[in-house]
Each structure stands twice: as structure tokens, then as C-alpha cells.
């Protein structure tokens, strides 16, 4: 029997951060016949975007990839807060995916990997989502990625 995700997370060595808190006329997470969806998460610091940019210009793409990590950590624990446990969720199913790129990049499924791979890594095969990556010219704050994230529940 797989490990719970709760446990797969210990095991991973991660904690989840502390769950986000909106700042706009928004809901972190949203929970409604036996799904939930997290609003976009973005990677802050005392209320200013982590390596603030566009990717393929001010941030490299293993940046990139590591704040695509880092912000399905925060969407995690958006579901967490309002599901009680990670462990409630059987599937995640779409991953959005939004790159604030440079004129000329063009790996923003790369970027994406670092959130699907982590996924993968928690939840097995029941993480592996269907997936959009997605080129934009900015995002809140100047943040080089954001995170969605759609998930069956138990």
C-alpha cells in the first residue's frame, strides 16, 4: 500500500508552509462537489514576489522550476487548511501552469515539470495531472511563475 501524502511529505523531507492568505476579494481555495480549487499561488516574502521577473531574462529557469515547487507547496497547504489533510485528496487533476516570460522563452512546460514532478513525488500516480503551461507577459507582484491547482477529494 502507498504512503499516505501526509507521509510521503516526511518522507520527501517537506514541510508545508503556512496556508496563504488572500489579499484581494478572493478565497485561497474552494471546495465543492467532491472537488477542490486553489487560486493562484504565488511565492511572496514580506509581501514582495521571490525573484521577481520574467523567466528567460531576470530569472533563470531553475529558478523558475524551484518557485513552480515552491508555489505548489502554498496551493498544498491552501487545501490542507480547508480540507483538514492533505490526505483527503484521491486526484489531482489540472495543474495551470503561468509563466511570466521573456520575449523569446519557450520552455514554460519545463517550468511546469517542477510542479508536476513534486506532485508526482506526493501523491504517485494519482498526481500526475493534466497540465497547462502557459506564457504571460506579467503576474502579480512581477512573480516569474503561478501555481493553480484542481483536485478530486475522497
Do not use: C, W
Amino acid at each position: 500500500m502507498a504512503a499516505a501524502p501526509t507521509e510521503r511529505l516526511r518522507e520527501l523531507g517537506l514541510t508545508l508552509p503556512p496556508p496563504p492568505r488572500p489579499v484581494g476579494s478572493y478565497a485561497a481555495a474552494v471546495v465543492d462537489a467532491g472537488r477542490a480549487i486553489v487560486s493562484g499561488q504565488i511565492v511572496t516574502k514580506d509581501g514582495a514576489a521571490v525573484s521577481p521577473g520574467r523567466v528567460g531574462r531576470e530569472v533563470p529557469i531553475e529558478r523558475a522550476q524551484e518557485l513552480a515547487r515552491l508555489a505548489t507547496l502554498q496551493a498544498l497547504s491552501a487545501l490542507a487548511d480547508v480540507l483538514g489533510s492533505i490526505d483527503r485528496i484521491r486526484r489531482v487533476l489540472r495543474v495551470g501552469v503561468y509563466v511570466a516570460s521573456s520575449e523569446d522563452f519557450v520552455r514554460q512546460h519545463e517550468v511546469g515539470n517542477g510542479a508536476t514532478d513534486l506532485l508526482v513525488g506526493i501523491f504517485g500516480d494519482a498526481g500526475r495531472p493534466a497540465r497547462a503551461a502557459v506564457g504571460v507577459v506579467s503576474l502579480p507582484l512581477n512573480a516569474p511563475v503561478e501555481i493553480e491547482l484542481l483536485v478530486a477529494l475522497v
